[in-house]
């Protein structure tokens, strides 16, 4: 499972187009299965774009039963993959009801079951649980696991670094249309100490960043506008000594362990801020 990581804008989404044979790349080529992408190979792929594309008016069944047979799919092994998908995915009772019933969560479970009707290799998705509640979440990448375990590729676009760092066992980071790092999540943040501190300080000046890069047990010292996040080897010996030196500077500060998220700002400089870590 490679999760394709990186803000709004980055690229990602065309990525995945170049990829599925939606759109060609300007310049370079695509190959995918050892061979230049074509027909062939869009055959074997499985893509879940970011919007639902169902139908309000046909139900369940006569979605999956549709797209079955795009794929030339008929008969008892078309029945029989669409009962065990909506079963799968907690569907199975909604199978007679209109897809213009379901709840957002739902229409995305919908989108991955006929995404995997026809059996990929190869399975793109765009944000598959955005906005969604947990339960649908949980849903969606126990049957992305399931399906890795089986042996189907997965490439999933996210700006969720955690649930990048939970479920991929690559990370592709994107940024500008480009590739600055690609490695397992674990790689990524090896390098990174126990604990991350995000400081609200808004007059926080170079100077303030130059003593704190030089304070036993910091590690890295990322400044924005009005942030400083810093990875220290325990808070709780430098949350003290911080506020003992610039206590009435700094408007809040929050505690947590190093992820991901705190890799990439290492690595891009900024920020992921539109990260869903950002809402928790």
């Known amino acids: ?10 690229g990602k989404s065309t990525i995945l187009k170049m990829l599925s044979g939606e759109i060609e790349p300007q310049q370079g080529s695509v190959t995918i299965f050892d061979q230049p992408h074509g027909r ?8 879940v774009l970011q919007e639902p594309s169902t139908d309000d008016l046909m139900t369940l069944e006569e979605t999956l039963q549709l797209h079955g047979r795009l794929f030339g799919l008929r008969g008892r092994t078309l029945h029989r993959r669409s009962d065990e998908l909506l079963d799968s995915l907690g569907l199975g009772e909604r199978a007679g009801d209109r897809c213009e019933t379901l709840s957002g969560g739902l229409r995305r479970r919908l989108d991955l079951a006929r995404s995997l009707l026809h ?32 042996g189907v590729a997965v ?20 940024d500008e249309g480009q590739v600055v790092a690609e490695d397992t999540p674990a790689s990524l943040t090896s390098g990174l100490l126990h604990d991350a ?12 960043v130059a003593e704190l890069e030089r304070w036993p047990g910091v590690g890295t010292v990322l400044w924005t506008e009005d942030q400083i996040v810093l990875t220290v080897e325990e808070s709780s010996e430098i949350v003290p000594h911080l506020f003992q030196r610039y206590g009435s500077q700094i408007d809040g500060i ?17 920020p992921l801020t539109n990260s869903r870590e950002d809402e928790r």
């Open 1 to 10: 499972m490679i999760g394709l990581l990186g803000p709004n804008g980055a």
């Open 40 to 47: 062939e190979a869009r055959r074997r792929i499985g893509l």
């Open 119 to 150: 059996e990929p290799e190869l399975l793109l998705l765009d944000e598959p649980t955005l906005a969604l509640d947990p339960d649908s979440s949980a849903a969606i990448w126990d049957t992305l696991s399931t399906r890795v375990s089986a």
């Open 155 to 174: 490439v999933v676009c996210s700006n969720d670094t955690a649930e990048a760092e939970a479920y991929a066992n690559r990370v592709v980071i994107v």
């Open 197 to 208: 501190l995000e400081l609200d300080w808004p007059s926080a000046t170079g100077n303030d």
């Open 254 to 270: 929050r505690i947590r362990e190093s992820s991901l998220r705190d890799a990439w700002f290492q690595i891009v400089g900024r």
